[in-house]
């Protein structure tokens, strides 16, 4: 009987300490998706001035808080769900103020800004875009021929943009205009050296939602994997053109260190 009551015991006991352990480990994966949101490259560099509140139970992340924009809300929900031990995402996230209209001269701008903002071989805070049915006009300054006619290239894939108007300069002190892909190479690794590091999370996030705001890669069902910055896209294409340009697109995203294009044709 003593023996009986010695063993219900010892399971009662060995019960508790796993459920202890299983808490113990929910919690610090809740408490460790928390602080790597906040800490991510998205979080510190795009939505630094939201005001977003990220609460973890469980692996399931609820997003509270405001944000200046609805790309802002999309990519805060892409960011945390790319993360490890994030099961799913409640997005609560408002959008302060009142958005503009869909497809309005004020709505475009804010979609080619974002869009050039993704690419690290562009300089989104040294180009001014206005819009005026559809036609969008870019000035401000460029680093070389390459970088305008690439700006103009991106803004022009914006979904909504009819036509672009460039009106870009080109600093005096450029080089002679050299091959196109060699010159925003160059550019971008010199970003990606003095910048921070870009998590992994980040990447995918930002991956995603530039294939989404570009018009030729919109429609695609393209999966993304980011390892150490290293991305590798998925899913289908519906040509070699199509599957080429994903990969120039996302060669381009801030902290891609290469693409590994699974796609199929």
Do not use: C
């Amino acid at each position: 009987m003593k023996k009986s009551m010695y063993s219900v015991a010892l399971s009662v006991i060995m019960a508790s300490l796993f459920l202890i352990n299983v808490n113990l480990f929910a919690s610090d994966t809740d408490d460790r998706i928390e602080s790597s949101a906040k800490k991510s490259y998205v979080f510190k560099t795009y939505l630094k001035n939201d005001d977003i509140k990220i609460k973890s139970t469980d692996g399931v992340v609820a997003l509270t808080g405001t944000v200046s924009q609805e790309s802002n809300k999309a990519l805060a929900q892409e960011t945390v769900a790319s993360m490890p031990g994030v099961k799913s995402v409640d997005n609560k996230l408002t959008v302060k103020g009142e958005a503009p209209a869909a497809n309005s001269d004020a709505w475009l701008i804010t979609k080619v800004k974002t869009t050039l903002f993704f690419h690290r071989n562009v300089s989104a805070t040294e180009t001014e875009v206005l819009a005026k049915d559809g036609t969008v006009t870019l000035r401000g300054k460029a680093d070389s021929a390459a970088q305008k006619d690439l700006t103009a290239e991106y803004a022009l894939d914006v979904d909504g943009v009819k036509d672009v108007k460039n009106e870009m300069t080109v600093s005096t002190d450029a080089t002679k205009p050299a091959d196109k892909t060699t010159v925003a190479k160059t550019a971008g690794e010199k970003m990606d050296a003095i910048g921070e590091a870009v998590d992994d999370a980040s990447i995918t996030a930002l991956v995603k939602t530039t294939l989404l705001y570009h018009r030729s890669t919109s429609a695609l069902k393209t999966t993304v994997e980011t390892k150490d910055g290293v991305v590798t896209l998925g899913g289908k294409a519906k040509n070699a053109a199509e599957k080429d340009l994903a990969t120039k697109l996302v060669s381009d995203v801030h902290g891609v260190k290469k693409v590994v294009n699974n796609m199929t044709i």
